[in-house]
């Protein structure tokens, strides 16, 4: 049994980058099953042009900051106004959020699968995961829960496998802004971190 576990590991280790590209596939596959709606007829849904986009439209970079519900909603404001600054018409400004959202999924199967310290075998599932999960409709390919795949970086980012180089770095520290400010979850983890601070003062917050 152990030897033909580690053949498996083996195996997988050698096709990390195919299984990675066939789990992307499969959580592609999984969105347009959810939403066929956000590929074929993209639309603005709920906040997306209540808010996002409104506040764009009547007030510029000034609204890259607004609030809604509580707080702060950094990338969709942002995407929203790089669409209007460079000239995206309206009708097709929401193909640009659904395009935004996708990117975001995208990034975070990129993080989870490279990010979390497991074999191959468990990253893959988890790569399916964040799409597989018996949940509603509602929270798939829009940028008004956007935040939700976006706060799996945060702790990715915080306690997975550290990145390499300085490039990597940047990267994490932009990608972890983002993450932050958009959505409330930066003060969950913010809680956990002082948590394990206080628990390990020599750890920083940090698992590993």
Same mark, same amino acid.
Do not use: S
């Given at each position: 049994m152990e030897r033909e576990t580690s053949q498996l590991d083996l195996w997988c280790s050698r096709h990390s980058r195919s299984l990675f590209a066939l789990a992307c596939l499969v959580c592609q596959a999984m969105l347009k099953s959810r939403c066929p709606q956000a590929f074929t007829n993209p639309q603005f849904y709920a906040e997306d042009g209540r808010y996002f986009f409104a506040d764009a439209y009547n007030h510029g970079w000034s609204s890259l900051w607004y609030r809604a519900n509580g707080y702060f909603h950094l990338y969709p404001r942002l995407l929203a106004n790089i669409g209007l600054s460079v000239g995206i018409p309206v009708l097709w400004m929401p193909a640009l959020f659904v395009a935004g959202t996708f990117l975001?999924?995208?990034?975070?199967?990129?993080?989870?699968?490279?990010?979390?310290? &497991? #074999?191959?075998?468990?990253?893959?599932?988890?790569? +399916?995961?964040?799409?597989? &999960? #018996?949940?509603?409709?509602?929270?798939?390919?829009? +940028?008004?829960?956007v935040q939700w795949p976006m706060s799996l970086l945060i702790p990715l980012i915080v306690w997975g496998t550290p990145g390499r180089g300085v490039w990597m770095a940047v990267v994490d520290a932009g990608l972890l802004i983002f993450a932050c400010f958009t959505g409330p979850y930066a003060l969950v983890v913010l809680q956990v971190m002082l948590l394990q601070v206080a628990r390990d003062p020599h750890s920083g917050g940090s698992t590993t």
């Open positions: 975001v999924y995208m990034v975070v199967w990129a993080y989870v699968f490279h990010r979390m310290p &497991m #074999p191959v075998q468990g990253r893959v599932f988890a790569t +399916l995961a964040t799409v597989l &999960m #018996p949940l509603g409709n509602e929270i798939w390919m829009n +940028l008004t829960n």
